[in-house]
């Protein structure tokens, strides 16, 4: 079983940037899918991005495309977001996600572990 915690979230002003990162501890955290999720203020949990176990292998909700960039550095057992040209409607508690899988998906019901969150805020 891998543990999770996010850090790197705060508040930045509409079109800046933020890295967030997710720091797993186990020794199996190159056999994970990992994902991003996020949840705004009276809204439901959605997928953000998600990455396989090998580095090429991504995928993105239509709202972050060419803006977001998830990545891994399975030697660090972290995962990261880079955040770029940020939005206020991507204010949100951001939430890392772990899947014991090779399967990537998008689908959060699929994720067997989470971390506690971190706040993202961005100012117009």
């Known amino acids: 079983q891998v543990q999770l915690v996010e850090s790197g979230g705060g508040l930045v002003q509409a079109g800046g940037s933020l890295r967030l990162s997710c720091a797993a501890s186990?020794?199996?955290?190159?056999?994970?899918?990992m994902g991003w999720f996020r949840q705004a203020p009276g809204k439901g949990r959605e997928f953000v991005a998600a990455i396989g176990w090998s580095f090429g292998h991504t995928r993105y909700a239509d709202s972050v495309k060419g803006r977001f960039t998830i990545s891994r550095d399975n030697a660090k057992n972290t995962m990261y977001l880079q955040m770029n040209s940020l939005k206020p409607e991507d204010t949100a508690v951001y939430y890392c996600?772990?899947?014991?899988?090779?399967?990537?998906?998008?689908?959060?019901?699929?994720?067997?572990?989470w971390g506690q969150g971190t706040q993202v805020t961005v100012s117009s």
């Open positions: 186990g020794r199996t955290f190159s056999s994970y899918v």
């Open positions: 996600a772990a899947r014991a899988s090779v399967v990537l998906t998008t689908a959060q019901e699929e994720y067997s572990t």
